[in-house]
T-cell receptor, first 118, second 113 residues
Framework: AQKITQTQPGMFVQEKEAVTLDCTYDTSDQSYGLFWYKQPSSGEMIFLIYQGSYDEQNATEGRYSLNFQKARKSANLVISASQLGDSAMYFCAMRDPDRGSTLGRLYFGRGTQLTVWP | DGGITQSPKYLFRKEGQNVTLSCEQNLNHDAMYWYRQDPGQGLRLIYYSQIVNDFQKGDIAEGYSVSREKKESFPLTVTSAQKNPTAFYLC????????????FGPGTRLLVL
């Protein structure tokens, strides 16, 4: 069974500081994908960043970077220069490899509520 | 603009009533998905579909039904058999084979009267 663990129910960070949101995963597959999504209070899930299991470089997208440590099975999200608009719930997710019927489905963690204060 | 639309934004269900949540996408994506989110929880997969006229059950399909008659549309029916339907429902789509990201709609919040 696949499993995503986010151990931080809530995190607080001051504006302009960096913050790391933790994510560990459990899989016996060699090929998989890791995602981070942001969910503001409006409810929509916004894609932030993707890391493939065979990617040697850590993924970066603007102020977001993914600290991928394959041996530790961790995929932490780093947000640099936090902004007030970053306050939201953040979800880590893992995708199965495509096996036809499983369609590369996503498994989600329970999320971390990030609050950015001035 | 390309994207995923869900309607309605809020939906109220009476006891014993079936209700249908709409999901439409104009991204030309092959695969579509329905997720359920309960407070303080991550998303759980209800149903997914990779092509027209084909769909598979996810982890919590009991009490739900879907259809995929058109590539753009993947409606979800919450039947009276679903005893605890109050939740936030999210539809997503992706290119298939799904080496690509899943993109989500704005969601429908279902409440029981």
């Amino acid at each position: 069974a696949q499993k995503i663990t986010q151990t931080q129910p809530g995190m607080f960070v001051q504006e302009k500081e960096a913050v790391t949101l933790d994510c560990t995963y459990d899989t016996s597959d060699q090929s998989y994908g890791l995602f981070w999504y942001k969910q503001p209070s409006s409810g929509e899930m916004i894609f932030l960043i993707y890391q493939g299991s065979y990617d040697e470089q850590n993924a970066t997208e603007g102020r977001y970077s993914l600290n991928f440590q394959k041996a530790r099975k961790s995929a932490n999200l780093v947000i640099s220069a936090s902004q007030l608009g970053d306050s939201a719930m953040y979800f880590c997710a893992m995708r199965d490899p495509d096996r036809g019927s499983t369609l590369g489905r996503l498994y989600f963690g329970r999320g971390t509520q990030l609050t950015v204060w001035p | 603009d390309g994207g995923i639309t869900q309607s309605p934004k809020y939906l109220f269900r009476k006891e014993g009533q079936n209700v249908t949540l709409s999901c439409e996408q104009n991204l030309n994506h092959d695969a579509m998905y329905w997720y359920r989110q309960d407070p303080g929880q991550g998303l759980r997969l209800i149903y997914y579909s990779q092509i027209v006229n084909d769909f598979q059950k996810g982890d919590i399909a009991e009490g739900y039904s879907v259809s995929r008659e058109k590539k753009e549309s993947f409606p979800l029916t919450v039947t009276s058999a679903q005893k605890n339907p109050t939740a936030f429902y999210l539809c997503a789509s992706s290119i298939w084979p799904s080496s690509e990201t899943q993109y989500f709609g704005p969601g429908t919040r279902l409440l029981v009267l």
